[in-house]
């Protein structure tokens, strides 16, 4: 990420690489005639599927500026996005950001897998956890300016509460629906 | 999706909002500290779970610019991103997105769900279908410059198939195991 792939400059078409546009966070590529979006530093996104003793999956609710409403999600975050963190491996970012997010240590995180979520507009790469033998520690709600609410639903109602909930007028982001196949909680 | 959200102007502490950057298909918004990414055009993502009367899913490869590496995805394109189709709904653009990247009709589009699959990030909504009732018409590929090649995969075989080819270097969509999960097909 971040860097120009070296297939891209070994294909019989090579395409010019051009940036457009940087700010702190994106930066605007054009490949030819494809624009996309890359996160300024050497960051990857890590989701959290967490899954208590109770059997309740915990879940997140935020206001998400870039859609403009409230959206559920898996807990989340950016691996190594921040000075104090730079290098920060996925699986300690999984970790923290759960802690962070939600107030659980988790004493157990084992990888799920990794991939592109919107492979036709961005860089930008994912990877899953499940996350187990969770301890509460804190109060959770995120760090700085996030205002994240915590929900613990019990996994054979996820669905039904995911329904309700979008009928009130949220959104669900469709990596909690990844998150469960990846974890085997259908 | 492409206009400011009403609700951020009401807030307590309203947050400015800039156009930074804007090009053909893309555009940087600034809201506040934020840095997000709108598709110029009003259009939306579409996803197909297609399974063929053998119980196969079709799936997509190829050459993804913004990583740079060959990814598998579930049938996929935007609804209304062409002059000859703005309006389209999605439902209808599931339908041509899935004959021209697959070469099959589908009889039957079922809605699945709708969602922001990067919230954090981009103000992009993709919405997910089941195709069924196929028949194949045409050989696929996509369109233009388009080169997409097509697989057939046994549903049971799915998860060993997308392992092994993620062992051979390929990248594989989160949205596949999301469209899987939403189908009932675990």
């Not at 530093?41 to 208590?52: L, S």
């Not at 592109?116 to 790469?125: C, H, Q, R, T």
């Not at 909930?165 to 990844?178: F, N, W």
């Amino acid at each position: 990420m971040g860097k120009p792939p070296p297939t891209l400059m070994s294909m019989n078409n090579p395409l010019e690489r051009s940036i457009e546009w940087e700010g702190k966070f994106l930066r605007v590529v054009r490949i030819g005639r494809w624009e996309l979006v890359e996160r300024t530093n050497d960051v990857q996104g890590v989701v959290i599927v967490a899954i208590t003793d109770e059997r309740n999956l915990l879940l997140t609710e935020q206001e998400r500026l870039p859609v403009g409403k409230r959206v559920i999600e898996l807990p989340a975050g950016l691996a190594g996005d921040l000075a104090s963190n730079h290098g920060e491996q996925p699986v300690a970012a999984a970790r923290r950001e759960l802690l962070e997010e939600t107030g659980y240590d988790a004493g157990e995180m084992t990888w799920l897998a990794s991939g592109p979520p919107s492979a036709g507009l961005s860089s930008e790469m994912v990877s899953f956890f499940r996350a187990s033998r969770l301890r509460r520690v804190g109060s959770g709600g995120g760090e700085g300016e996030e205002r994240i609410e915590v929900h613990e639903v019990p996994l054979q109602q996820c669905a039904a509460w995911l329904r309700k909930r979008e009928s009130e007028g949220l959104l669900v982001d469709p990596k909690v629906y990844a998150g469960l196949y990846l974890a085997g909680l259908t």
